[in-house]
C-alpha cells in the first residue's frame, strides 16, 4: 500500500510541512506529523504536492513539483514531477511525469539514478 501524504510551505515562514492536507474557504491547511502534535498549520495552496511514493538513490521521497536530475545513457537530464490527469493530453492514465526541463550530453561512468537538485518553489530558476 502507497503512503499518501502531501507537503506544503507554511505560510508564516515558508518552511515545508508534511502530512494531510485540507481546504476550508479561508485557508489550506496541512495537517502535521506527530512531531508537531497534529497541528493544522496554514500552508500556501499553490504550493501543495503529493508524495510520489518514490525515493531518490539518497533516500529523500520525492514529491510533485521536485525538480530533478538523472543521470541517463543520454546524458545529464532535468526535469520536474508534475501531475498529469487522464483529461490532460488524451492520456489514458493519470499519474506522476517526469516532465524534461533539459538535457546535457556528457560522459559518465555512474549507473542512472535520480536526484533530488529543489523544487519549483524555492527553486525556480532552475526550470530555465
Request: hydrophobic share 35%; glycine share 8%.
Amino acid at each position: 500500500m502507497r503512503t499518501i501524504k502531501f507537503r506544503g510551505q507554511r505560510v508564516d515562514n515558508k518552511e515545508f510541512v508534511y502530512g494531510f492536507y485540507w481546504v476550508t474557504s479561508i485557508a489550506t491547511y496541512i495537517t502535521a506529523d506527530a512531531e508537531t502534535k497534529h497541528q493544522d498549520i496554514p500552508v500556501f495552496s499553490a504550493t501543495i504536492g503529493q508524495y510520489t511514493g518514490i525515493k531518490d538513490h539518497r533516500q529523500n521521497e520525492i514529491y510533485e513539483g521536485d525538480i530533478l536530475k538523472w543521470d541517463s545513457e543520454d546524458g545529464e537530464v532535468t526535469g520536474k514531477v508534475v501531475f498529469k490527469n487522464s483529461d490532460e493530453e488524451n492520456l489514458n492514465l493519470s499519474g506522476f511525469v517526469f516532465e524534461i526541463l533539459k538535457v546535457e550530453e556528457y560522459e559518465h561512468d555512474n549507473p542512472i539514478e535520480f536526484t533530488i537538485i529543489g523544487n519549483i518553489h524555492e527553486n525556480p530558476e532552475l526550470l530555465k
